[in-house]
């Protein structure tokens, strides 16, 4: 592998701590003196986080104007919105707080807020320029933090596309496990699912390398008991905020070396079901998607059991890979997240439509994948996640 | 861990791979039409490296101008030397091509030329501002390629320290397998050795966290055996990358955590024998270090030891641990680095004078040291390795 080519940058400042939300106006403050916060409608106001960032920021003399529409598979009308209301009120800075939902859209909002054209557009022409970006992470999952990456859903089409460009990356990223501690327990399962398989696909694809793998590995091993113990015990900050590294470090491994099968048929599964969590998604496609990639996939599921810490005792290679899915299986069941794209309330007979738009809008995942997929496979393993 | 603060951030842009270098020209044309390579007097020219690069930006129609000045310690007048040069030519952009001492030399050549004041004053005097520079890696040890460090001796005093501000981060970083293809085996050995001891200090320091322990563990794994095999094998051009990916993942390690007594005492001893490649000086020092860190590093040499595939048998934890540092040893055997001071032609009577220096211009280094160290107990580990 390292004779291959290998180009990689991330520019994000990274600051990571227990109250680190209180440097937020210092930070912003190099910035801007004009922030428009980008978030959702509900969780951010019950749990206090917003109305402490505002404090934090109006402390450090900014001026801040909220855009809370942000729904939990944004659309490109909802950031349209956002990047209205960041022109109207001249923001030199956005800051995403939330989950991947609003960090997602606090980037495309940035994008958007820089032109004069819908969002949608930027899909095909690469965009320059945007406004500064801060993120503010309140759940461990996405990745988003820390990458250039957006998604947004096109409530027309129900496509769910990812895009990210270089003036895309957040300037800084904010990452407090006192703020994820407010997370509810399906909500810390489905995000903290995400992260495992962002790890396991940005180093299993065809364009991983040491340094995506050096993330994911590091991803795996503070995820490996800590995703059940944040579920069980929500206010342990250790546990949290092992969760909240391993999120970042699976989003510095994406962001190198994308994603695979389980996000390419996850998008369009919540593209055209917008109530279903991501994560909820990605858990129902797991174990047919890992068994799909086997043959070529076997050693490293062995590794990433080995530092998961599944046992191997005197088991053959093809018994410890497979010991490793089920291991997967158990994690899933252990924060009730054993679930079938039938229970999440897709109809079976949307699956040839969802298999057809995996090779569409999420044409690089599928490409990526490090076993040759077809639309006829992709059907296989939708209806085998059924 | 994951309770501290951490904040982390590295801009620079790292491409690698073979050939790579032919990007040179595209790359540079980004930041300025005029160019200052930054080099040594010898090696650069021998192997045809420079000529190569040099050939490359002028196809991209860059103006270039060489300093070829830069000696195996660079001192601080050869960088005000060069800095001159760099502000008589009007280069936008400094180019250091070689191993650590040309490309420390180029971020600080960088900070000089911004500046009118000789760059002994920037170690007190923090630099806001410095030209571009672009690091072409000729060896793999230093780090320097990929982090804001640079190292400079004053020859009036034989102070050897570090400095390192955010405007010296090289924007890019040229890694290409081929050139290093060309380093003699001493060079490959000390370097190369140089490369475990920053992926050592940066997991063990006070300062380690997350990010410096999966940057450093992946430079343990790229570095096992193919240390070895790049000595033997000079143009096996698998070991050889390897090498120079180990060698950016402990440079990025070491910018986040820093280093600890085996450099801290390094220093001052290649400071006051400028002949004294730092590589060689690092291996009569490692022995007498690990042992003195042991009781509060055995479980971490342990953790190294299973990255480095030392065999584990029924050892209990200290002789597994004991075993670690035999294999550091044995290693350094193998390419003819199994040193002591004394074959370096340190004189013995100078040793209380180097203990002094590493805790002036190396505090952070021995402060950094997962054990408190006084003059007295650095004093001892130089006996030790003498």
Request: proline share 6%; with cysteine; hydrophobic share 40%.
């Given at each position: 592998m390292p004779t291959a080519e290998i180009n990689v940058f991330n520019p994000v400042r990274i600051h990571f701590g227990n109250g680190i939300i209180n440097m937020a106006g210092e930070i912003a403050k190099k910035y801007s003196g004009?922030?428009?916060v980008v978030t959702g409608g509900e969780s951010m106001q019950k749990t206090g986080a917003l109305e402490r960032l505002l404090k934090i920021l109006k402390d450090s003399g900014i001026k801040t104007f909220?855009?809370?529409?942000?729904?939990?598979?944004p659309t490109c009308d909802e950031i349209d919105e956002a990047a209205k209301m960041a022109r109207e009120k001249g923001a030199?800075?956005?800051?995403?707080?939330?989950?991947?939902?609003?960090?997602?859209?606090?980037?495309?909002?940035?994008?958007?807020?820089?032109?004069?054209?819908p969002v949608w557009e930027y899909l095909k022409n690469p965009a320059k320029d945007a406004?500064?970006?801060?993120?503010?992470?309140?759940?461990?999952?996405?990745?988003?933090?820390?990458?250039?990456?957006?998604?947004?859903?096109?409530?027309?089409?129900?496509?769910?596309?990812?895009?990210?460009?270089?003036?895309?990356?957040?300037?800084?990223?904010?990452?407090?496990?006192?703020?994820?501690?407010?997370?509810?327990?399906?909500?810390?399962?489905?995000?903290?699912?995400?992260?495992?398989?962002?790890?396991?696909?940005?180093?299993?694809?065809?364009?991983?390398?040491?340094?995506?793998?050096?993330?994911?590995?590091?991803?795996?091993?503070?995820?490996k008991n800590n995703l059940e113990k944040a579920y069980n015990e929500p206010e342990n900050l250790e546990a949290r905020g092992k969760m909240a590294l391993a999120s970042a470090f699976a989003g510095l491994a994406i962001n190198i070396s994308g994603v695979g099968i389980i996000h390419g048929l996850e998008h369009p599964v919540s593209g055209n079901y917008p109530k279903v969590a991501h994560g909820a998604g990605l858990a129902a496609l797991a174990a047919p998607s890992l068994k799909y990639?086997?043959?070529?996939?076997?050693?490293?599921?062995m590794l990433i059991a080995k530092h998961m810490g599944v046992k191997r005792m005197d088991k053959p290679d093809d018994e410890y890979a497979?010991?490793?899915?089920?291991?997967?299986?158990?994690?899933?069941?252990a924060v009730n997240l054993g679930l079938r794209l039938k229970d999440l309330g897709i109809e079976r007979e949307k699956l040839p439509k969802i298999a057809k738009e995996a090779f569409t809008t999420m044409k690089f995942a599928m490409e990526n994948n490090p076993v040759t997929v077809s639309e006829a496979d992709a059907l296989k393993i939708l209806e085998a996640s059924y």
């Open positions: 004009v922030a428009l909220v855009y809370d529409g942000i729904t939990p598979n030199g800075l956005v800051i995403g707080l939330g989950g991947g939902s609003p960090m997602d859209s606090a980037k495309a909002t940035a994008v958007a807020a820089k032109g004069n054209v406004l500064p970006v801060i993120t503010v992470a309140s759940t461990s999952g996405s990745g988003s933090e820390v990458n250039r990456y957006s998604v947004m859903t096109n409530p027309k089409t129900c496509e769910k596309p990812g895009f990210g460009y270089e003036c895309m990356y957040p300037k800084e990223a904010i990452i407090d496990p006192e703020i994820t501690a407010t997370m509810p327990p399906f909500v810390t399962a489905s995000t903290g699912f995400d992260v495992f398989v962002h790890s396991l696909e940005a180093s299993a694809g065809k364009a991983a390398n040491v340094f995506s793998k050096a993330y994911s590995l590091q991803a795996f091993h503070l995820l990639n086997f043959e070529t996939c076997k050693r490293n599921y497979l010991a490793f899915i089920e291991k997967i299986g158990d994690m899933l069941k």
